[in-house]
């Protein structure tokens, strides 16, 4: 659905549940993925001269900024009285755009409270009578929720064939099923895996002493995969710069030490929760809102470190940011072919494998220092570091030191 945006008379909105349509996976609460924007009485006074590049308005240079006028904080609404169209189901992440409605309410203004940004520590008085609720947006026509499975997306509304019944607010099927390794599966019977570098049609049985018969899956249907008894390919240890491909599924980086996970499959081939190192897999980090308790953890990495472990190595952790807090390791960055602004998409060598590219990005295991609810993220479409909040979805590359 495509209509011209028109402002709206938002009327008596309470901040109380998210909109129809657009709910947290089960289990969880509503996404708090709008904004709710009150003009402050800030004493402190700020001034200086800031460049802002932003994600798709470009660059504005020698913008000079001052004291602060607007407090932001994250909101979930329901709407009670709008005029106009039906409300879309647009779920944005917390990196996504915003347009801002102006919203008068009954005067509930909460006490002084202090707050803490890049620029110091100020004391917060809110005008609660008027002011803006930011609510996601996108570029062009097509978002998640609009009912129809495009992009990266996994699965979307009643457009969820691939996800039936489990289709996530945000586009996400959790544990969807790998494809039978066949062509068709009426094509499937019996096949015999063989060790020849001859491809074996599905059906095909070869006379080979030690082989045993193993019946194809027929419950799911092929994509365009090879036809069953193909041979793997076979892969000699290779270099990119300080990179290596150590044909075990994992990338060593020369410059640094650290030993990555590649990634597997086609970026928006769908999600597969069996296999951690499929490329659309997104995980959480925390469950329970700052500890690092979330699927990422729980799952993910659970999986790369139960014996035999991925790789033959039982260490695999998520990478560090350290340096968005200080003076640590930026590793997540380490693997950027350049720094933000990065001119190439994925902003990564293609010797890693499969690389997610939108706004969702990759975690850290790195908590803001500033806000515990809050972990540092890299998007590898641009190189972008940015934090979210910890109960958000993120793609996920393990990494561990020593070779």
């Not at 504005?60 to 900024?65: A, L």
């Not at 699965?155 to 489990?166: E, L, R, V, Y």
């Not at 000699?236 to 410059?255: E, I, L, R």
Request: hydrophobic fraction near 30%; charge should be negative; aromatic fraction near 6%.
């Amino acid at each position: 659905m495509s209509h011209p945006h028109t402002p709206r008379r938002v009327s008596a909105v309470a901040l109380l549940v998210l909109i129809a349509g657009a709910a947290r996976p089960a289990g969880a609460g509503a996404v708090a993925d709008h904004l709710e924007c009150y003009r402050t009485r800030d004493p402190a006074d700020v001034s200086g001269t800031v460049d802002i590049d932003a994600t798709h308005f470009g660059l504005s240079k020698n913008c000079h900024i001052r004291r602060a006028r607007y407090v932001c904080d994250p909101a979930v609404k329901t709407p009670i009285s709008i005029s106009g169209d039906p409300l879309l189901s647009v779920y944005g992440p917390p990196e996504s755009d915003r347009i801002c409605y102006e919203v008068r309410c009954p005067a509930t203004d909460p006490p002084p409270q202090e707050m803490t940004d890049q620029f110091g520590t100020h004391t917060i008085r809110l005008n609660r009578r008027s002011f803006l609720l930011c609510a996601p947006a996108v570029h062009g026509t097509e978002y998640c929720g609009d009912g129809v499975k495009n992009g990266s997306e996994a699965c979307d509304g009643t457009d969820a064939a691939s996800c039936p019944g489990a289709c996530q607010a945000d586009c996400t099927c959790p544990g969807a099923p790998t494809p039978a390794p066949c062509d068709t599966p009426a094509a499937c019977a019996t096949v015999v895996p063989v060790p020849t570098a001859t491809p074996v049609p599905c059906g095909t049985a070869v006379p080979v002493t030690t082989a045993t018969p193993v019946p194809c899956a027929t419950s799911n249907p092929c994509g365009t995969p090879e036809p069953c008894g193909t041979p793997a390919p076979t892969c000699t240890p290779h270099s990119s710069g300080t990179f290596t491909d150590n044909c075990d599924g994992t990338v060593t980086d020369s410059a640094t030490g650290l030993m990555w996970e590649k990634k597997t499959t086609a970026v928006g081939s769908g999600v597969n929760l069996a296999d951690p190192h499929d490329v659309d897999n997104q995980y959480h980090w925390s469950a329970t809102g700052t500890a690092a308790d979330g699927t990422a953890f729980t799952d993910f990495l659970v999986k790369l470190n139960t014996i035999p472990c991925f790789a033959g190595h039982c260490d695999w952790r998520l990478p560090s940011e350290d340096g968005q807090n200080g003076a640590g390791a930026k590793e997540l960055e380490s693997i950027l072919l350049a720094p933000f602004p990065c001119g190439t998409s994925p902003c990564i060598d293609p010797i890693f494998g499969p690389t997610a590219a939108d706004a969702y990005g990759y975690w850290s295991a790195t908590t803001d220092a500033a806000l515990p609810s809050l972990a540092w993220l890299v998007d590898f479409g641009n190189g972008y570091a940015f934090n979210r909040l910890k109960d958000g979805n993120g793609y996920v590359r393990a990494v561990r030191t020593g070779s």
